[in-house]
């Protein structure tokens, strides 16, 4: 585990580094950005160099290093949501372990994944800490968005914004774990900046939602209504996390027909693995009806997040987007 394994991101972790050299290190971080760019395994390396007991931090060799590689070191705390939120019982359970004096290093390091998923409640708890820490802790702080913290949390904290990988960066980081460059190509732009993402997708059926989507959006030219209904109902009976991955993709395949009006050459599409199938469906999407195909996409997401019934909502996006 050391600075090396950190793809992207480059002139953020050269600032947390100087931090640490200079001994600057504040008791709160928060990470903030898209989640699979490495603020995980950020935090969890500036853990392991204040822990490490070699001259290079990490150095990978001593015990502190070994222990965390381990995922026992007795004094690094990884608080993470138990269900869909972090809750105030966690929060409690976290204040009394940091009570006690670290065990082995000179500190302990708290790390909050998904904090932006606190309750009011745990937060409240939490901001209680981060006002008055007891003895030496380094809070890392772990959120998709800053939006959902509370003002309070994020000026007690140092912000540090982690953005999406560059698509060439992300591309050579696969190659170099021997994905054929054609693949890494297309998984790179498939991604968003996302290295999390981008393993998922190299993985058995990686592609299933994708393809998925480019088939709900073969079949909204289908004249027979039997087979909206139906995929209406199949697509409905997805997991929720999955709707929401099949109506991401299915806009980004809008979005690449609209790019192809202009150039079907152009560097921009995203699915350039299926250019030709894309290219079939350009007859029957005009630039006006993209645009507002897309908008639709965008308010069936808005919709299912307010917990309307996925299956009535996916109806009627199908029935939109085919009458447009």
């Known amino acids: 585990m050391n600075w090396q394994n950190i ?6 972790i050269t600032h947390l580094q100087t931090l640490l050299a200079e001994g600057t290190m504040p008791h ?4 903030v950005g898209p989640e699979g760019i490495g603020k995980f395994l950020s935090a969890t390396i500036i853990a392991a160099a204040l822990f490490c007991e070699g001259e290079q931090k990490p150095c990978g060799k001593c015990k502190s290093c070994g222990q965390l590689s381990a995922k026992n070191h007795p004094d690094l705390f ?3 949501p138990d269900g869909q ?12 372990n ?19 998923c606190m309750t009011a409640q745990s937060a409240n708890s939490l901001l209680k800490t981060l006002e008055e820490p007891t003895g030496n802790v380094v809070f890392i702080l772990i959120a998709a968005s800053r939006q959902k913290l509370l003002d309070t949390i994020l ?37 968003e900046g996302s290295f999390g993402k981008a393993l998922r997708l190299l993985e058995e059926n990686g592609l299933q939602m994708r393809n998925r989507a480019l088939r709900v959006l073969e079949q909204l030219v289908n004249p027979d209504m039997d087979v909206i209904w139906r995929e209406s109902s199949e697509l409905s009976e997805l997991d929720r996390t999955k709707i929401f991955e099949v109506l991401l993709d299915l806009n980004l395949l ?15 599409i995203y699915n350039i693995d299926v250019v030709a199938e894309l290219g079939l469906e350009m007859e029957h999407w005009s630039v006006r009806r993209l645009l507002l195909a897309i908008g639709e996409v965008a308010n069936t997401e808005q919709m299912l997040k307010a917990n309307v019934n ?7 996006l199908l029935i939109k987007l085919r009458d447009l």
């Open 7 to 12: 793809i992207g991101n480059s002139q953020t």
């Open 78 to 80: 990884v608080l993470e």
């Open 28 to 31: 709160a971080l928060l990470f």
């Open 310 to 316: 996925a299956k009535l909502a996916v109806e009627q």
């Open 254 to 268: 809008f979005r690449d027909i609209l790019v192809m009006h202009s150039d079907k050459n152009s560097k921009l």
């Open 98 to 116: 940091i009570a006690f004096a670290p065990y082995m290093a000179s500190q302990r390091v708290v790390i909050i994944d998904k904090a932006d």
């Open 85 to 96: 939120t972090i809750k105030i019982e966690q929060v409690r359970t976290l204040q009394s």
């Open 155 to 191: 000026s007690r904290c140092m912000v540090i914004d982690f953005q999406p990988i560059d698509r060439e960066v992300l591309a050579e980081a696969l190659v170099e774990r021997e994905i054929e460059p054609a693949v890494a190509n297309v998984i790179a732009r498939l991604a």
